[in-house]
């Protein structure tokens, strides 16, 4: 069997789609559930679905997390019979996918060893020489006996416990979680250098500088990148992006040919999910939920601002370059007289050419050249361009500021019931619905961003107006219920109303997000 045959292959059909958020308890299980909490979240940012399929993503706090993690490692080495450590190591080249490590085991399991580089079963942790044996260290080439050197379980090359570790403590401090692929240093050996022999050698090597003392803090190292491998090499799991959050999320279905060939797709709708924080974001490109852009159309969209491209164009739209030495001149007074400050050298704005050629009448210039056509043809095209980003941009930017600005309607509508279930007084209904209406105009501001972002590099015709139209009723209507939500309104604004206006918002919300993924799927069958 090649090493191909064990390269992660998924044949599950996987469409990617909004995911709906788990909130609970500390442990953040499903069942431990606040229906208020799921009613709300799953109304709001579980509606409006990008697909016609919804997967359920799960929020997994450190503990939940670790107990995963432990249960697929104790599963593996109960059903397959081998060590934790070679369990760790399959685990990991397996991408944490306990059921396809299982497949092939039951196959072939002296080639998955060999595959994943795990030490075999009934093969000691760590190897030493044997007594009276003098090896010689595959590194410095000095010899050795005893335990001052030291083989994985699996293979024969042996090296001295200081070179050892050295190499392993470079490993921990340059690779991240990649370091607990660190092989053999022997050339072509693939033999994984597992925990065993990782605390073997840190535990007595004496590092050199800047190592010298840190045997600890790197074993430490090594255990935190095993806890973080469960997340960083899994596909169905994510950090959460936000700042101090520190939870992660799981999409069951997600496996890791669906999401590279999601990545790969300009056609894929983003899969929205949200974190326990209440932290919606991408899981494919962990950015900010940006439905309904494609995640290459936000890349595109932040590389613009990050170039400075459209100060490029600014430039190119709104000034001329001195013919004297090129620098960049704004006209700002009406006498076309201009004299460069940089170089000193006097010209025409019109037509570029030095003063002193004009005579006594600048019309002299009104000759044709059809050079000065094609520069004025590009900085009328320069400014076509920017004045089409700036439209984009400007209400790009409004929504997100607005979304920021009524974060503290949703803030301050939790402070009041959080004031009531503490005081046992009043009724959560009376504000709830208040609560619930905050949510759907957040996510509703979400959408609208990126909607300008989708616009943007929407080609025009049909299907183009009709997602204008969709995004005009989604605005209105989302203005109109920003406008009920602002607190000097509210007490004015009927209860009736306000509900019935939110569920205009999610409506229209549906609406624009199906139509963008209908017109995708047309687009796919032609």
């Not at 090296?159 to 607990?180: D, N, P, Q, R, W």
């Not at 299907?463 to 969709?470: A, M």
Request: glycine share 6%; net charge negative.
């Amino acid at each position: 069997m090649d090493d191909e045959d064990y390269v992660l292959e998924e044949d599950d059909e996987y469409t990617l789609e909004e995911a709906a958020e788990g909130s609970g308890d500390e442990t953040m299980e499903l069942e431990g559930e606040d229906e208020r909490d799921d009613a709300g979240l799953d109304a709001v940012f579980g509606a409006a679905p990008a697909t016609p399929r919804r997967e359920d993503a799960e929020c997994w706090s450190p503990r939940t997390r670790l107990g995963k993690q432990r249960q697929m490692i104790d599963e593996v080495v109960d059903v397959l019979a081998v060590s934790e450590a070679a369990a760790r190591v399959m685990l990991r080249e397996f991408r944490w996918n306990a059921d396809r490590l299982k497949e092939r085991y039951f196959e072939n399991a002296a080639r998955v060893v060999e595959f994943s580089g795990a030490t075999p079963s009934g093969a000691p942790p760590v190897r030493y020489p044997q007594d009276g044996q003098r090896v010689s260290c595959g590194i410095c080439f000095s010899e050795f006996t005893g335990r001052a050197a030291v083989a994985t379980g699996a293979c024969d090359h042996f090296f001295c416990i200081s070179c050892y570790g050295t190499f392993m403590a470079h490993e921990l401090s340059e690779k991240g979680v990649g370091s607990l692929g660190m092989h053999c240093p022997a050339v072509g050996c693939r033999v994984v250098c597992d925990r065993a022999l990782v605390a073997t050698v840190l535990g007595v090597a004496a590092l050199p500088p800047p190592f010298d003392g840190k045997n600890a803090a790197l074993l430490t190292r090594y255990d935190e990148f095993q806890e973080r491998s469960f997340v960083d090499d899994s596909p169905s799991v994510q950090w959460c992006p936000q700042q101090r959050c520190g939870l992660c999320v799981h999409a069951p279905a997600v496996t890791a040919a669906s999401l590279a060939a999601a990545k790969a797709s300009k056609t894929q709708p983003p899969m929205v999910v949200t974190c326990r924080c209440r932290h919606s974001f991408c899981f494919m490109c962990l950015h900010e939920a940006h439905t309904p852009a494609q995640c290459h159309m936000v890349r595109q969209w932040l590389n613009k601002e990050q170039e400075d491209k459209n100060t490029g164009n600014w430039i190119l739209a709104n000034t001329k370059p001195c013919p004297g030495c090129g620098t960049p001149i704004e006209k700002n007074e009406g006498c076309n007289n201009i004299t460069c400050r940089s170089c000193g050298f006097s010209f025409c704005w019109v037509c570029e050419k030095e003063w002193s050629q004009h005579g006594t009448s600048w019309y002299q210039c009104n000759f044709y050249d059809a050079n000065a056509e094609e520069e004025d043809l590009k900085r009328d095209t320069a400014r076509q361009d920017l004045a089409r980003y700036i439209h984009y941009y400007t209400r790009y930017a409004n929504h997100d500021n607005s979304k920021y600005l009524e974060q503290r309607i949703l803030t301050q509508t939790e402070a009041v019931m959080a004031e009531m279930q503490e005081s046992s007084e009043g009724n959560l209904d009376t504000v709830e619905y208040l609560w619930e209406a905050a949510l759907q105009l957040i996510r509703a501001r979400e959408t609208l961003k990126y909607t300008y972002v989708y616009a943007y590099y929407l080609e025009g015709g049909a299907q183009k107006s009709l997602f204008e139209y969709n995004q005009a009723q989604l605005e209105h209507n989302t203005e109109l219920l920003s406008k009920m939500l602002e607190p000097k309104n509210q007490r004015a604004s009927e209860r009736a109303a306000v509900i019935n206006q939110q569920v205009l918002v999610r409506q229209s919300l549906e609406r624009l997000q199906q139509g963008v993924f209908d017109a995708k799927s047309m687009a796919g069958m032609l």
